[in-house]
T-cell receptor, first 118, second 114 residues
Framework: AQTVTQSQPEMSVQEAETVTLSCTYD???????LFWYKQPPSRQMILVIR??????QNATENRFSVNFQKAAKSFSLKISDSQLGDAAMYFC???????????????FGKGTKLSVKP | ETGVTQTPRHLVMGMTNKKSLKCEQH?????MYWYKQSAKKPLELMFV???????ENNSVPSRFSPECPNSSHLFLHLHTLQPEDSALYLC?????????????FGPGTRLTVT
């Protein structure tokens, strides 16, 4: 079974600095998707960034970028120029390529709580 | 916070009560999901509906009963719950279950069972 591990329960960053959140996963599949979701204190979870495993190029979305290491099964999130609004829980998630039956659902890590200091 | 709404936002109920959680999506999606979020645990998928048919039930106790009357609405009926069922219940929707379609989440219902 696939698993997602976020080894940092909590992280802290100074405003305007850069922080990297770690995520590793375990799968025997070669094709899949990886996601980072953000859940601010208001609780509405939103997608931050998505990566297709077949793409070698790391995904970027403005100040958010990933370091996808397929062989190492690592998918870290880098937040540059951190802002107070970045404070939230961040969840790493894995989704198999095939979506039939029980295979197509998101598998989440436990999350990393990010604090941003002014 | 638009697109997927959930009511109520907070609910306190006794173990003998019957209550229902409601989710509504205004995005024209075909798939809807219920998740349970407990402290220090990964999100747990409870139910998946695709085109109003239940396609996934992750061994959820029968005291949780989902209902999907149409593609825009999803309910979670609760009865004789246990204190360990206290958690944040999140609803999500997506265009379809396939491929990399993003799931859009609601704000959640914070449930406390006393």
């Amino acid at each position: 079974a696939q698993t997602v591990t976020q080894s940092q329960p909590e992280m802290s960053v100074q405003e305007a600095e850069t922080v990297t959140l770690s995520c590793t996963y375990d799968t025997s599949e070669s094709d899949y998707y990886l996601f980072w979701y953000k859940q601010p204190p208001s609780r509405q979870m939103i997608l931050v960034i998505r990566q297709e495993a077949y793409k070698q190029q790391n995904a970027t979305e403005n100040r958010f970028s990933v370091n996808f290491q397929k062989a190492a099964k690592s998918f870290s999130l880098k937040i540059s120029d951190s802002q107070l609004g970045d404070a939230a829980m961040y969840f790493c998630a894995y989704r198999p390529w095939n979506y039939g039956g029980s295979q197509g659902n998101l598998i989440f890590g436990k999350g990393t709580k990010l604090s941003v200091k002014p | 916070e638009t697109g997927v709404t959930q009511t109520p936002r907070h609910l306190v109920m006794g173990m003998t009560n019957k209550k229902s959680l409601k989710c509504e999506q205004h995005l024209g999606h075909n798939a809807m999901y219920w998740y349970k979020q407990s402290a220090k645990k990964p999100l747990e998928l409870m139910f998946v509906y695709s085109l109003e048919e239940r396609v996934e039930n992750n061994s959820v106790p029968s005291r949780f009963s989902p209902e999907c009357p149409n593609s825009s609405h999803l309910f979670l009926h609760l009865h004789t719950l246990q204190p360990e069922d206290s958690a944040l219940y999140l609803c999500a929707s997506s265009p379809d279950r396939g491929h990399s379609y993003e799931q859009y989440f609601g704000p959640g219902t914070r449930l406390t069972v006393t």
